[in-house]
């Protein structure tokens, strides 16, 4: 969004568009070595995880059309800050 002056709607999905890559070849690392064996020993928690994604997926793409971006701007700023903090102070 900053370097190339694209709009935060398109910014983001092309953020998800190239993330895409990633994540299928970790998966596919991830599944090679057993890795996801932790989420079976770990079943209530991943269920939480999975229903919360995909939640906040379907929410989130409801509600791109509706909020302009001079609101989406601000609050992902302070989304960003909020988990640069956590992570600070993450012990």
Known sequence: MLL???DIKTAGSLSLLVSLPTMLVAFARYSRDGSFAVLGANLRFTAVMAAGSVAGAVLG???LGV???LVLIPALAV???VSAVKLARHD
Request: overall charge negative.
């Open 67 to 69: 909020f302009p971006d």
């Open 4 to 6: 190339f002056g694209e």
């Open 79 to 81: 989304i960003l800050l």
């Open 61 to 63: 793409g409801l509600l």
